[in-house]
């Protein structure tokens, strides 16, 4: 019996050794994006007149190839390089094999729930959920759909079943995989801002996401819906979203709640429960697009109001314009209130 199972071992991976030589090497394309913003903003408690600064960048180089095995399988890397000195210098590498049984993805990425959260139409640079908000004035950052960010991770996708599909990640640690630890620490003079965590040591939970999706046309009328959610620590946080797309306008929102201690340990101190929504319409016409976007989020120690209006124009292949005019209102219990407004524009290359 031992030697029909060896004789038998063998035969598979001769066979699959046949099908990888088989097919085409792997070859990586470059692409990515570069964005460069210039903007002003004007708010209450800033003494500078309000102003973080004029100018924002952001930039990132993709690396990407992938080969098709003769059982029809794709196999696939992704290696998204920053394009500035950053913490996180490469920003997501992992592989991914595609195939009738869905996707499997393998490495430092985003979790299944972050992937495939919905949130409302915006268009332009800044927005008001999980956008740069908070790159521009001081003002606590609108977010529906929790990131626990760039973990190594795996993920599954199922395929698309009647336009249903669904999604699931587990990372081990939180606190390995490379994550910037941003702990401030200050001894005499000197002043030192964390470090790099190494994949073999740290102190962290486990992070379990989850998602599921809709995605499908009605005789002209879009509908996308998503329920997506995430276990860390002692905690967790949900979301769902919803985007209907009819002629040229998409109208849409989410909402979020993130328990007090997600992401905390047993021994942690609670921190505070966050509720948030966000409200929108976009219409997009030829080589525009126009948005309005609302969002609303209660974090505890105070609540924020933010208002963005966007726009983008096409200029040509892979070349858009974009602006956005922007205004926030924010209470806080325990410290001045602030509101102000700003407008950015600026250019958004795809390569």
Not at 2 to 9: E, F, G, M, P, T
Not at 116 to 126: E, K, L, N, R
Not at 252 to 264: E, I, N, R, V
Not at 287 to 307: C, I, N, P, R
Request: hydrophobic content about 35%.
């Amino acid at each position: 019996m031992k030697k029909i199972l060896v004789a038998s071992s063998a035969l598979v991976a001769v066979a699959f050794a046949g099908q990888a030589s088989a097919s085409e090497p792997i070859k990586l394309s470059v692409g990515g994006y570069m964005e460069q913003w210039a903007g002003f903003s004007d708010e209450d408690t800033t003494a500078s007149g309000g102003r973080k600064n004029a100018f924002q960048s952001d930039t990132e180089v993709h690396f990407k190839g992938s080969t098709t095995l003769d059982n029809g399988i794709e196999i696939g890397a992704v290696i998204e390089l920053e394009g500035e000195t950053s913490s996180d210098q490469i920003d997501e590498q992992y592989l991914y094999i595609n195939g009738g049984f869905g996707q499997f993805k393998l490495g430092k990425d985003d979790s299944a729930a972050d992937d495939m959260g919905i949130t409302a139409p915006a268009v332009g640079p800044v927005g008001v959920n999980d956008g740069d908000m908070d790159q521009w004035s001081n003002v606590y950052l609108i977010d529906t759909v929790r990131s626990s960010g760039d973990q190594n991770r795996a993920t599954y996708y199922t395929p698309v079943f009647g336009g249903f599909r669904a999604g699931v990640s587990f990372a081990d640690d939180s606190g390995k995989n490379g994550t910037f630890n941003k702990t401030v620490t200050t001894s005499g003079t000197s002043t030192t801002v964390g470090g790099l965590s190494s994949d073999t040591s740290g102190a962290g939970d486990n992070i379990i996401s989850a998602g599921l999706e809709f995605n499908r046309d009605f005789g002209g009328v879009s509908l996308g819906l998503s329920a997506v959610g995430e276990n860390q620590g002692e905690g967790n946080w949900y979301g769902f979203g919803t985007n209907v797309g009819f002629g040229n306008f998409t109208v849409g929102g989410s909402y979020g709640h993130t328990d007090d201690d997600y992401g905390l340990s047993s021994r942690d101190t609670a921190g505070q429960d966050l509720d948030a929504f966000d409200i929108g319409v976009s219409y997009a016409m030829d080589a525009a697009a126009v948005s309005l976007t609302y969002g609303y989020e209660d974090f505890g120690t105070g609540d924020v109001s933010a208002v963005d209006l966007g726009l983008r124009y096409a200029l040509g292949a892979g070349v858009s314009w974009r602006s956005s005019v922007f205004w926030f209102d924010q209470e806080n219990d325990t410290t001045a209130d602030n509101d102000g407004y700003g407008v950015v524009t600026g250019l958004r290359l795809d390569f």
